[in-house]
């Protein structure tokens, strides 16, 4: 079974370009999470989808930030306009429905996607 | 509010020696805690979880972690190090079964020969 996959790997735009990153859950996964990690700093969540419903956009930085998860499959995540200080590593995961009775849905995380702003 | 607190930004230990990873949380109910692993050039896995039931969690490749709720702490050991060791672990809690993970900054374990 194919794990969490996202796109590109590595993208270098310069500051006030619009990047798209995408992420690919695990089939039939329910839940899709978005995390960025600064560099030299934590991970730190971004938002949750339930399906296609944010569920938890309350890490989401600012308004230039927009994820979509169009029809409750892969998700994209727009940065418009990028600035210097978004640049870090953003890793998607995702996790099977919350109705599947198990104490805990581990989530599963893609390779991530480095996004360098110059 | 969850916090959690990863002593240590590097550690160094020889190959074959006790491996041992301090995390400290904060949480206001139970949470669920986790050691995540991050090799060179690929994602995040877990290593282990505590979700609740018995408190010395075991893991993957040898690794364990106990939680003591009395230190607030869920360090993670491993007897003996192994080169393929190396790489960048996180601590992190959650409240919530499909809750927000919160990481902590994450601790490079290099080994020596």
């Known amino acids: 079974e194919a794990g969490v996959t996202q796109f590109p790997s590595h993208s270098v735009i310069e500051k006030g370009q619009t990047v798209t990153l995408r992420c690919d859950p695990i089939?039939?996964?329910?839940?899709l999470y978005w995390y960025r990690r600064v560099m030299g700093k934590e991970i730190k969540f971004l938002l949750h989808?339930?399906?296609?419903?944010?569920?938890?956009e309350s890490g989401m930085p600012n308004n230039r930030f927009l994820a979509e998860r169009t029809g409750g499959t892969y998700s994209t995540l727009k940065v418009q306009p990028a600035e210097l200080e978004d640049s870090g590593v953003y890793f998607c995961?995702?996790?099977?429905?919350?109705?599947?009775?198990?104490?805990?849905?581990?989530?599963?995380f893609g390779p991530g996607t480095r996004l360098t702003v110059l | 509010a969850q916090s959690v607190t990863q002593l240590g930004s590097h550690v160094s230990v020889s190959e074959g020696a006790l491996v041992l990873l301090r995390c400290n949380y904060s949480?206001?109910?139970?949470?669920?805690l986790f050691w995540y692993v991050q090799y060179p050039n690929q994602g995040l896995q877990l290593l282990l979880k505590?979700?609740?039931?018995?408190?010395l969690v075991k893991g993957i490749n040898g690794f364990e972690a106990e939680f003591k709720k009395s230190e607030t702490s869920f360090h993670l050991t491993k007897p003996s190090a192994h080169m393929s060791d190396a790489a960048e672990y996180f601590c992190?809690?959650?409240?919530?079964?499909?809750?927000?993970?919160?990481f902590g900054k994450g601790t490079r374990l290099h080994i020596l020969p």
């Open positions: 995961a995702s996790s099977q429905d919350w109705t599947s009775g198990s104490t805990y849905n581990e989530q599963f």
């Open positions: 089939s039939g996964h329910d839940n």
């Open positions: 989808f339930v399906k296609e419903s944010k569920q938890d």
């Open positions: 949480s206001s109910v139970p949470p669920y």
């Open positions: 505590y979700t609740s039931a018995a408190t």
């Open positions: 992190a809690v959650s409240l919530n079964r499909d809750d927000k993970i919160i």
